[in-house]
């Protein structure tokens, strides 16, 4: 079976504070490719990183990082000194390319980030 | 700049009508995605379509039809339209780079749909 699984529904912390949103997947596929989201009030996803499944390389850009291990099937992403702009829900999706390229996507992680 | 845009942020609709969702990219993508996205349940697949006239159902294509013409859009039709159809869809469309590559899939900016 192809899922993704965001197990934390809704998290909320205080300014400056660090977070983290989990997200596990489940693939048959070798090869694959892992995204996180952000979806601000106004509604759009915004794409924030695309990882493929034979780059095991954590990422960090400004404040947000990103740990991906197959060993575990996991692909977190972590805010540091979070800020009230990132609150927003935050969603997690896998594509498999073989066949074809649909997105599956969890259930997403309410982020509220409290002044 | 990449640009996904549907034709309406709200709409209200009554039970029973037939119901247009416009959605037209600018990228010459050649996937364009249908989801829906309701609380606690992340966005679901309604309809899929990889190229011109040819389309794919999802994972909850019951009550629901789609349309795709031409390259640049895709539209999404509720032939007979009900209170249970009532949230948020979602138009996104992709491309990859090369066969094999999985690219990001860009976002529109959603239809919050009431049917009344």
């Known amino acids: 079976a192809q899922k993704v699984t965001q197990a934390q529904t809704e998290i909320s912390v205080v300014e400056k504070e660090d977070v983290t949103l989990d997200c596990v997947y489940e693939t048959r596929d070798t090869t694959y490719y892992l995204f996180w989201y952000k979806q601000p009030p106004s509604g759009e996803l915004v794409f924030l990183i695309r990882r493929n499944s034979f780059d095991e390389q954590n990422e960090i850009s400004g404040r947000y990082s990103w740990n991906f291990q197959k060993s575990t099937s996991s692909f977190n992403f972590t805010i540091t000194a979070s800020q009230v702009v990132d609150s927003a829900v935050y969603f997690c999706?896998?594509?498999?390319?073989?066949?074809?390229?649909?997105?599956?996507f969890g259930t997403g992680t309410r982020l509220k980030v409290l002044a | 700049d990449v640009k996904v845009t549907q034709s309406s942020r709200y709409l209200v609709k009554r039970t029973g009508e037939k119901v247009f969702l416009e959605c037209v990219q600018d990228?010459?993508?050649?996937?364009m995605f249908w989801y829906r996205q309701d609380p606690g349940l992340g966005l679901r697949l309604i309809y899929f379509s990889y190229d011109v006239k040819m389309k794919e159902k999802g994972d909850i294509p019951e009550g629901y039809s789609v349309s795709r013409e031409k390259k640049e859009r895709f539209s999404l039709i509720l032939e007979s339209a009900s209170t249970n159809q009532t949230s948020m869809y979602l138009c996104a469309s992709s491309s990859p780079k090369r066969a094999g590559e999985g690219t990001e899939a860009f976002f529109g900016q959603g239809t919050r749909l009431t049917v009344v």
């Open positions: 999706a896998l594509i498999f390319t073989s066949g074809t390229y649909k997105y599956i």
């Open positions: 990228m010459d993508h050649e996937n």
